[in-house]
């Protein structure tokens, strides 16, 4: 059942005062005692009561404020999330704040709460998430109907999202590698406080599963979201050890990590992709700029930033509080120059074999292919 919007009538009965003194107090307007003041915005917190809702429905607003919550500043894939949202919410009014937690919880934690303090409408979130996450913020935020949209999902809390599918974007990348004759391939894996890790390993498994290659844990490596983090893991990854047991290719968390790999090959005396291909996901700008340009996943950032705003407003702007909404936008993979054919000497090495013995899955990508939820629905709607 859809709820009702808080108003200045159920403030002033659960303060047990009149409308006129609940708008008295909101508005600094005339002697209130303390005691009464205090009782008025106990209410107001409760019942996440938002009088600029009401006021722009006839009478001026001072002003209209969303704030989207990112996990890494320097990473570019959010800049375009950011123009992305900015882009939607100028036309309509509506400032933008930025913060970002680092991928630290605590910091997650003061941006949520430093929002529901101010005279904010709505709030994007990128959430830090991983096995211990406190996430009671953001069950917090439900519980008070305050508007809000995640760009990446939270397993319980059932709120509005935009995403795309990660399970079946990073099976595609894995699977074109597969389709190269790639039978050692390695996946080096993004931060533990993203989901967006967990279901790249997922659809890593999947490609697997669909190919005569047997999954193993050592086929995972845990890298991070930053360029250093994928030099540093394919340092420690492809120095030493025989030429004939190293992967020949690898798919990585996101395009950052994927250029340290390149990095790393390279004062290694590996070339890209000769000795060793390498897939990206997110698609940066950069990437066509490289020497060798990097295959990725696309990921289309700055329409996500502006879907989600879009759905924030109708959140902020309806009169009921709305049911959420999971919106899956499409990803492609986006083939350049690095990656190519598995190495002869990989092809002639025998190859893990799984039980199911299935066959390699054919149609190396040579143009963009995109990855749809098998279902072919785009967007579902969910009770609150």
Do not use: W
């Not at 000497?345 to 149609?363: E, H, P």
């Amino acid at each position: 059942m859809t709820a009702k919007r808080a108003t200045i009538t159920d403030v002033a009965q659960r303060a047990g005062v009149s409308k006129a003194t609940v708008s008295a107090v909101l508005n600094d307007a005339g002697p209130v005692k303390e005691t009464t003041r205090d009782r008025v915005l106990a209410a107001v917190e409760d019942l996440n009561y938002r009088p600029q809702q009401l006021a722009g429905r006839g009478v001026a607003r001072r002003h209209r404020c969303i704030a989207l919550l990112i996990k890494e500043h320097d990473n570019p894939y959010y800049a375009e999330i950011v123009a992305g949202v900015r882009a939607a919410l100028e036309p309509r009014g509506y400032a933008l704040l930025v913060f970002s937690s680092e991928g630290q919880e605590a910091a997650e934690r003061r941006a949520v709460e430093l929002v529901r303090q101010m005279d904010v409408d709505g709030l994007i979130a990128t959430p830090v998430l991983g096995e211990h996450a406190d996430l009671s913020h953001f069950f917090e935020l439900k519980r008070r109907n305050f508007p809000f949209v995640l760009l990446e999902s939270i397993r319980g809390v059932p709120a509005s999202l935009i995403d795309v599918d990660n399970v079946e974007a990073s099976r595609l990348a894995v699977a074109h590698l597969i389709a190269l004759g790639h039978t050692r391939i390695v996946h080096f894996a993004g931060p533990a406080y993203s989901m967006h890790s967990a279901e790249r390993i997922d659809g890593v498994r999947r490609a697997f599963s669909a190919s005569r290659l047997a999954f193993h844990d050592e086929d995972v490596v845990v890298a991070g979201a930053h360029l250093a983090d994928g030099h540093r893991a394919a340092l420690a990854y492809f120095d030493g050890g025989p030429a004939e047991a190293r992967a020949t290719a690898v798919s990585c968390y996101n395009d950052l990590v994927a250029i340290g790999v390149c990095r790393a090959l390279r004062e290694l005396g590996l070339r890209v992709p000769h000795d060793v291909s390498v897939v990206g996901f997110d698609d940066v700008p950069v990437l066509e700029y490289l020497d060798v340009p990097l295959t990725t996943i696309r990921v289309p950032k700055a329409d996500m930033g502006a879907r989600a705003a879009d759905l924030l407003v109708r959140h902020i702007e309806a009169r009921q509080v709305l049911a959420p909404q999971r919106v899956y936008l499409d990803a492609a993979l986006v083939p350049r120059a690095s990656t190519g054919p598995a190495p002869r000497a990989a092809n002639s090495t025998s190859t893990r074999t799984g039980a199911a013995g299935a066959s390699v899955a054919a149609g190396a990508s040579a143009a963009a292919v995109t990855a749809r939820r098998p279902s072919g629905r785009r967007t579902t709607t969910s009770s609150p």
